[in-house]
Nanobody, 119 residues
Framework: QVQLVESGGGSVQAGDSLRLSCAVS????????MGWFRQAPGKEREAVVA????????YHTDSALGRFTISRDNDKNMVYLQMNGLKPEDTAVYYC????????????WGQGTQVTVSS
């Protein structure tokens, strides 16, 4: 059974950095395209950034460009989201998700980790 567990969230000041981690179990992370999503209070969940099977990165929100970096460690079966220059509008619950190669959508989701950025 595939499980995704996020960690690394917290409360920080504007301008600080955080690195979120997503531990994948039950299947090699290299078999998935991985994505990071977030949901702010009162808003719909939005895609932030994703990395596909070949390592190609796609940003889904312009605000993450130049500040957020997604990476994958196949040996550790982990995916990371490095977030620099955090802003109050980055406050949200952050989720990682995994998509199988033949799937048309994300198949597995983590439980989320809270990120709160104060000004």
């Amino acid at each position: 059974q595939v499980q995704l567990v996020e960690s690394g969230g917290g409360s920080v000041q504007a301008g600080d950095s955080l690195r979120l981690s997503c531990a994948v179990s039950g299947q090699p992370v290299s078999s998935f395209a991985m994505g990071w999503f977030r949901q702010a209070p009162g808003k719909e969940r939005e895609a932030v950034v994703a990395i596909n099977w070949s390592g190609t990165v796609r940003y889904h929100t312009d605000s993450a460009l130049g500040r957020f970096t997604i990476s994958r460690d196949n040996d550790k079966n982990m995916v990371y989201l490095q977030m620099n220059g955090l802003k109050p509008e980055d406050t949200a619950v952050y989720y990682c998700a995994a998509q199988n190669y033949r799937s048309s959508d994300y198949d597995f989701w983590g439980q989320g980790t809270q990120v709160t950025v104060s000004s």
